[in-house]
């Protein structure tokens, strides 16, 4: 079936607004990750879900980030009061018992 | 938690050179992944490989995991290979996965 998708695909943000991103997840993968990609750099990990279970939540790097997964699907990752640093592409994944399929990311510019 | 360290950062290669990407992990993994990233950003998954050795096309992957490395070849490289090459593993306890910083990698046409 389809991958992973992600809405936008392009955010443009004032500081200080909120944001939120959305991720799709494959049919039937129970896993779903966020990361987080500042250019050139690495992916670091924000939170994971896994089917009902709390989420990890150990990587959100202050309380202005916030996701949330409804129905054990798509999940929304919300940046409130948004700064310059929050811009980044933000990429998630899903995943099939072991493997991350990840998706096309949305990638967000604080002004 | 679970250190994980690649190498080289950067490479630069002619088209159809061979070249093996290393990662190393600090503690025991029962998960590890190769990806590709490419110049638009998508990130492929290349291999999941905890351990062994498995071939796709151009491309083989070895994880041994009692020394805590594995090992990424490309053969014949092509420029569509350029991107960046990242492993990543699950950090020790958990579900949190851990990145290495990459290899960039270019082929020269």
């Known amino acids: 079936g389809a991958g992973v998708s992600q809405s936008p695909s392009n955010k443009v943000t004032e500081k200080g607004k909120d944001v939120e991103l959305r991720c799709d997840p494959i049919?039937?993968?129970?896993?779903l990750y966020w990361y987080r990609q500042s250019l050139g750099q690495g992916l670091e990990f924000l939170i994971y879900f896994q089917g009902n279970s709390a989420p990890d939540k150990s990587g959100l790097p202050s309380d202005r980030f916030s996701a949330e997964r409804t129905g054990g699907s798509v999940s929304t990752l919300t940046i409130q009061r948004t700064q310059q640093e929050d811009s980044a592409v933000y990429l998630c994944?899903?995943?099939?018992?072991?493997?991350?399929?990840f998706g096309p990311g949305t990638r967000l510019t604080v002004t | 938690g679970i250190q994980v360290e690649q190498s080289p950062p950067d490479l630069i290669l002619q088209e159809g050179a061979n070249s093996t990407l290393r990662c190393n992990f600090s503690d025991s993994v029962n998960n590890l992944q190769w990806f590709h990233q490419n110049p638009w950003g998508q990130l492929i998954n290349l291999f999941y490989i905890p351990s062994g050795t498995k071939q796709n096309g151009r491309l083989s992957a070895t994880t041994v995991a009692t020394e805590r490395y594995s090992l990424l070849y490309i053969s014949s490289s092509q420029t569509t290979d350029s991107g960046v090459y990242f492993c990543a593993v699950p950090n020790t306890g958990g579900f949190k996965t851990i990145f290495g910083a990459g290899t960039r990698l270019f082929v020269k046409a």
């Open positions: 049919s039937g993968h129970t896993a």
């Open positions: 994944a899903s995943t099939s018992e072991y493997e991350q399929y």
